[in-house]
């Protein structure tokens, strides 16, 4: 089915970039609570003025069905993806699940899509993670490709890749709306504009720690940092932006790499590090609140950071 003549020039991976605000929330803890409780904690992020809430796809929720139920929750903000896996469904489905679902909330579901990394789609589903990038060009291809009968939205469907390395992001750049990078510190953030360009969207991850106290601080953080030091993907990045070796010894990282990649201290301080990614060429932050409590919605954060980052 042909796409209605208001989504413009569809074969632009951008006619008309979707507006989610310059701040967003990306969290974890909406699959830890029953989906009602959830759909009331977005709507609550959408009446604190929030653009969009970002959601992962790993050992948790489907991940369609739970933005599909976190979208009734609200009535204007967006909900994203960070990230549904190529690994998870065929490229068709893929494409199917992305279009069903726009076209059910028009303007406010965001395909983030990535290739994932391999302790994940080794170790856990049992595939055989190989050439991620050349896969992501077939899959791309696959996805446009894919055959689609049902009733079309009245906007355009729109997908962000998952990006760090320079390829990837000029591939989001070339076949998508943009890229959503994710552990990464804002001098990352300007290399990633400058590699894409000024047309796509770039909405980069930012987790922070509300707590003053260096080791308190660091040691909260780590319970984040643990997750990632461990995948290459995310520490050979990090190597290009003065991170090293030494760096990945410590279980969780160095205080350097804590540092790098996780803002911590008063509000002053974290939201410093946000407007830094700001004036490093980012048009979206989803922050990402760590705090001592790794199973309990930070709500109360939420709130807090809302009338400084929004106003």
């Not at 391999?118 to 170790?123: A, F, I, K, L, T």
């Not at 290399?191 to 707590?211: D, K, M, N, W």
């Not at 993907?233 to 990945?248: A, H, V």
Request: aromatic share 8%; charged share 20%.
């Amino acid at each position: 089915m042909s796409a209605p003549d208001s989504w413009g020039d569809a074969s632009h991976p951008y006619p008309d970039r979707m507006d989610i605000g310059p701040v967003g929330i990306w969290t974890f803890h909406l699959d830890l609570v029953p989906s009602r409780q959830a759909q009331e904690h977005v709507a609550e992020l959408e009446e604190l003025g929030y653009g969009a809430v970002w959601i992962p796809e790993a050992v948790g929720r489907e991940a369609f069905v739970s933005a599909t139920l976190l979208l009734a929750g609200g009535t204007t903000i967006a909900v994203a993806t960070g990230i549904a896996s190529i690994w998870a469904r065929d490229a068709m489905t893929m494409n199917a699940a992305h279009r069903t679902v726009s076209e059910a909330y028009p303007g406010r579901f965001l395909l983030g899509m990535g290739v994932s990394h391999q302790p994940m789609v080794e170790g856990v589903r049992g595939m055989i993670y190989t050439k991620p990038y050349s896969h992501m060009v077939d899959y791309l291809d696959g996805m446009d490709r894919g055959l689609f009968f049902a009733i079309e939205g009245t906007e355009a469907p729109q997908k962000v890749l998952a990006a760090l390395g320079p390829k990837m992001l000029k591939l989001a750049a070339e076949r998508t709306a943009g890229a959503h990078p994710y552990f990464v510190p804002p001098e990352h953030t300007a290399f990633a504009r400058e590699t894409l360009g000024e047309g796509p969207l770039l909405a980069v991850e930012q987790a922070i720690v509300l707590e003053s106290d260096p080791t308190k601080a660091r040691a909260i953080a780590r319970t984040h940092t643990q997750t990632y030091v461990g995948l290459p993907n995310y520490t050979n990045n990090l190597k290009r932006f003065g991170i090293t070796d030494e760096d990945l010894t410590e279980p969780g990282g160095s205080d350097r790499l804590v540092d790098t990649v996780v803002a911590w201290g008063d509000l002053d301080t974290v939201l410093a590090r946000i407007q830094a990614h700001r004036d490093a060429g980012a048009d979206h932050v989803c922050v990402q609140v760590i705090a001592e409590d790794t199973a309990a919605v930070p709500i109360d954060a939420w709130r807090q950071l809302a009338p400084a980052l929004i106003g």
